[in-house]
């Protein structure tokens, strides 16, 4: 059955094909009802075929209905924080025929995506942003004259706990511009929704009043039950006529309709992946099981994750030691000078964290951790090229980031085994540190045939024509790299640095031994690890061409990791075939 049978089905003839949120105009509460059935059926056999976010778009179909009959999208602006729950958005704007290519290459996007539809404003997803872009825009349009349009903010209960999300609300009070904001409130962000604000919420679905919110200035109105359409209908005509800005309270709950989500232990099914064709151990399941293992080396370690105790691998540990462990919420400026604190008063703070969300907390990093000089080790998960979750969530910053931070030490294991060897020496060390590593499944463990300094030496030759550095797991494609340049007569040294800033000097010793130097790295070229690594040899007065093969300083699409990686020469054959190319006298 296709999509647009789908949605035919729910309104019936001789009723029109929903394509555009006009065509929702009119429809009785039945055929509302009937078609949130399709909308949640569609959800259920598409997204989990391609990966992407169930249980959140589950909780909000009849909300999002709502939203499309009372207010005249694009011309009224919605906007949803992190965009997880927009997938019924982009079915009742035009693109319910698109599913079956969700989060793949060329298809839809798992977000929000201005190039897909108008009815698509922000793509950002990370968290706690929305109401910030809805005060610019409700700012933008009085300044316009443009009287008739309204600002919507669709955020989650998790999404408050975000400072950010306060910063913008502490403006929004004071103000008398027409914003709606949308408060999505299932309990939940990944986990139940951290803190007072999750105490707060609480209160107020009991019939609390309109506490924080009426005391910084908005109008409140609810609880509402967010799947009875008729009510959130009315709610948000009231907030609608009011012309100012209001909150609008919906109770819904994640994973709505879909018995398997709505009983699902550890997030609701927030996010499914599809069928997996190679399966084994993840980077994220080695490094909670080898936590456990550090935990009882030491007693003074504590960890610390942004609303993301599960996804980032802490649950045993935070079974084993409930007492050693915090999750701050969605609020990672928050976690990073928390840990900050902590390794103040003496204890060993690690912060388990995506590395795209780390970006959030530059500034805490740098003048609250580095310049302190404290031993706080941050565990980027999701680093370099995440896949199919997009622009906003690939880790192609993280090395760039951090190699400009006096002080930081950075590792990217290869493998399983080096993962563990460097989260031992990462936790032990007296300074700042980060471990990062990528999403997914683990390849074989690349063993060294020996050891230079700090280096790891994976493959050499007599004959000595170029140094391949490689980052982390890359190094298994750069040793395929270099047996198959040995073919075509070309002499490959393969090293792995292990701490990839700052620059090892064996790695410099190294350089002086060949015509040319390679960096492979799964970040963006410039500022990276190559440029470190250029830096080095030219302080040194080591004169040696130095050549990056990294991601480009852009925002890359969705696609496949493996995909990616190919896209940009960072596969195995691309590594060879683009050393041949930078080789004078070789290639083309």
Known sequence: MTDTTILRRAVRAPAPVITAPADLAGLPPGALDELACELRARLVDAVPRTGGHLGPNLGVVELTLALHRVFRSPRDRIVFDTGHQSY???????????FADLRREGGLSGYPSRSESAHDLVENSHASTALSYADGLARAARLRGEHDRHVVAVV????LTGGMAWEALNNLGTSDRPVVVVLNDNGRSYAPTAGAVGRHLAALRAG??????ADFGLRYLGPVDGHDVVRVEEALHTAKALRRPVVVHCVTKKGKGHPPAENDPVDHMHAVSPPASVRGPGWTSVFGQHLLVLADRHPDLVCLTAAMLHPTGLTAFAEAFPDRVLDTGIAEQHTVTCAAGLAMGGLRPLVAVYSTFLTRAADQVLMDVALHRLPVTFVLDRA???GEDGPSHHGAWDLALLRVVPGMRVAAPRDGARLRELLDEAVAADGPTAVRFPKGVLGPDVDAAGRLGGVDMLYGTSRRDVLLVTVGPLAADGVAAAVALGGEGIGVTVCDPRW???VD????????EHRLVVCVEDGVRGGGIGEAVATALREAGVSRRVRVLGLPDDFLPHGSRADILRRYDLDAAGIARTVSRFLPGWGS
């Open 500 to 502: 990839v800033t700052p």
């Open 384 to 386: 370099g090229v995440t």
């Open 156 to 159: 989650g209960d998790g999404a």
């Open 505 to 512: 000097p064996a790695v410099v010793a190294l350089a002086a």
């Open 88 to 98: 019924v958005h982009k079915m009742l704007t035009g693109r319910a025929d698109e």
């Open 208 to 213: 609390g009043g309109g506490g924080v919110f």
